[in-house]
C-alpha cells in the first residue's frame, strides 16, 4: 500500500470501490444519460437510493421492524438540538452521560429547551475513561438518558453499550455507527452523522423507534420534527441526495464484506496493532484512554516529551500520514483507524511510532 495512509476523523477515509463506483455513475447514473447529482429526488431512480440506503442499513444492524431510520440535513450537532426539542417535555428531565466534548455540547442544547441532569461526568478525570454502572446516577424517571458511544476527540469508547431497563437511551453514535453490531432494540433513538465511518458529510443517519415518532410536537418547526421527516421517507424537502447515494454505497461495501460482525472483528485487529506499539514503548508513547476504555476507532496518544511529539508528527506528515493531530483542543497525536481504513496504514503507523522512537 502506498502513502496517503489516511487517518483523518472525519470527513475520512472512504473505501476505494465505492468512489470508483461513483465516479462512474457520476457521469451516467443507471443508464440515465444524466449524472446522480443531476437527477431529481423525486425520480424513481432516487427514490429507490434511499429505499435501499434504509433497508441496507436495517440489514446490516438487524433492526427491528418497529424502527424507521432516516437520513437528515445539519449534521449529529442537529440531533443535539432535535432530540430535546422533539422529546424532553415540560415538567420531565433527560439526562445526559458526559464522556467528553461532543456530550457535552449535546447536554448544552438540551439544557436550553428544558430540565437536564448530568447522570454521570468524567471531565474533572480529563475524559480518560467510561463510567461504569455504579458511577452513573440517573434522575427519577428520566424520559431519555443520552450517552456518546465513542468520543471521537478523547479516543474513549463504551466497548460494551451500557442497558438502563426502564429508561429510554438516546445514543450520538456518530464515530462508531456501523462499525460494530448494536442491539438497536434497546434504544429510542441513535443518530450519526455519516462522515466517518459510513460516507461523506452531508448525512445524518436517525434510527427512531414507531412510537417515538408519535410523540414529536407539531408545534415544532415542521423540518425539526421527526414524524414528518419519517411520513415523507426522508423526502420532505430536497435530501443530501450525494451523500446518501455515497452512503448507500459504503452499505453495500459493508454487506459485500461481511456485515459488521466482520468489520468490528477488523476494526479490533486494526486497533490492536496501534495499541501494541503504545503499550510496547516503554513510556515513550502515552495513551490517553485507560485502557479499558479505549476506542477501536479513534487512538490518542502523546509523545512523552513535547518537543519530540512535534518532531514525531513533522516526520509522519513528510512520510505521507494524513490527520495524525490531535483535535485542536486536546493536541498530542489521533489515530482514527475507521472501517476503510486499511489494515496496512496501521502496519506502516506501527512501523514508524517504532523507528522513531529507536
Ligand atoms: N458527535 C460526535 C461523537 C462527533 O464525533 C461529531 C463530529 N466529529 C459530532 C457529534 C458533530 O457532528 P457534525 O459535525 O456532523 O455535526
Redesign the pocket.
Request: aromatic share 6%; charged share 10%; proline share 0%.
Given at each position: 500500500m502506498q502513502p496517503p495512509y489516511n487517518f483523518n476523523?472525519?470527513p475520512a477515509v472512504l473505501p476505494k470501490s465505492v468512489l470508483e463506483e461513483a465516479q462512474r455513475n457520476l457521469l451516467d447514473f443507471n443508464g440515465t444519460g444524466m449524472s446522480i447529482l443531476e437527477i431529481s429526488h423525486r425520480s424513481k431512480d432516487f427514490e429507490a437510493v434511499v429505499t435501499e440506503a434504509e433497508a441496507l442499513a436495517k440489514e446490516l444492524l438487524s433492526i427491528p421492524d418497529n424502527y424507521r431510520v432516516l437520513f437528515l440535513q445539519?449534521?449529529?450537532?442537529?440531533?443535539?438540538s432535535m432530540v430535546p426539542m422533539n422529546f424532553l417535555a415540560e415538567g420531565r428531565t433527560a439526562d445526559y452521560v458526559l464522556t467528553?466534548s461532543?456530550?457535552e455540547?449535546?447536554l448544552a442544547e438540551a439544557e436550553k429547551t428544558g430540565s437536564a441532569h448530568v447522570a454521570a461526568s468524567g471531565k474533572v478525570a480529563g475524559y480518560k475513561h467510561i463510567p461504569t454502572p455504579a458511577e452513573i446516577a440517573l434522575s427519577d424517571d428520566p424520559v431519555y438518558v443520552h450517552i456518546?458511544?465513542?468520543?471521537?476527540?478523547y479516543g474513549t469508547q463504551w466497548r460494551d453499550l451500557p442497558a438502563f431497563p426502564g429508561t429510554p437511551i438516546v445514543a450520538?453514535?456518530?464515530?462508531?455507527m456501523l462499525s460494530r453490531p448494536v442491539n438497536v432494540a434497546d434504544y429510542a433513538v441513535i443518530y450519526?452523522?455519516?462522515?466517518?465511518n459510513a460516507g461523506p458529510?452531508g448525512a445524518?443517519m436517525v434510527i427512531i423507534r414507531d412510537d417515538w415518532l408519535e410523540r414529536c410536537p407539531k408545534t415544532l418547526p415542521t423540518m425539526l420534527r421527526y414524524d414528518v421527516m419519517a411520513k415523507n421517507n426522508s423526502l420532505y424537502n430536497t435530501p443530501p441526495v450525494f451523500a446518501i447515494y455515497i452512503s448507500m454505497l459504503v452499505m453495500r461495501w459493508l454487506k459485500a464484506g461481511g456485515g459488521l460482525g466482520e468489520m468490528a472483528k477488523r476494526n479490533a485487529a486494526k486497533a490492536r496493532i496501534v495499541y501494541d506499539a503504545i503499550d510496547g514503548s516503554g513510556g515513550f508513547y502515552v495513551g490517553h484512554a485507560e485502557p479499558g476504555s479505549r476506542s477501536v476507532m479513534?487512538i490518542t496518544f502523546r509523545v512523552s516529551d513535547e518537543e519530540k511529539e512535534k518532531e514525531f508528527l513533522a516526520l509522519a506528515k513528510a512520510k505521507g500520514f494524513v490527520g495524525l493531530n490531535g483535535h485542536r483542543s486536546v493536541g498530542g497525536v489521533r489515530a482514527s483507524t475507521y472501517n476503510a481504513l486499511p489494515v496496512e496504514a496501521c502496519e506502516a503507523l506501527a512501523g514508524l511510532m517504532r523507528e522513531f522512537r529507536g
Open positions: 476523523a472525519g445539519g449534521g449529529a450537532s442537529l440531533q443535539f467528553g461532543w456530550s455540547k449535546a456518546t458511544s465513542n468520543n471521537t476527540i450520538d453514535m456518530s464515530s462508531d450519526a452523522g455519516l462522515q466517518k458529510a445524518t479513534n
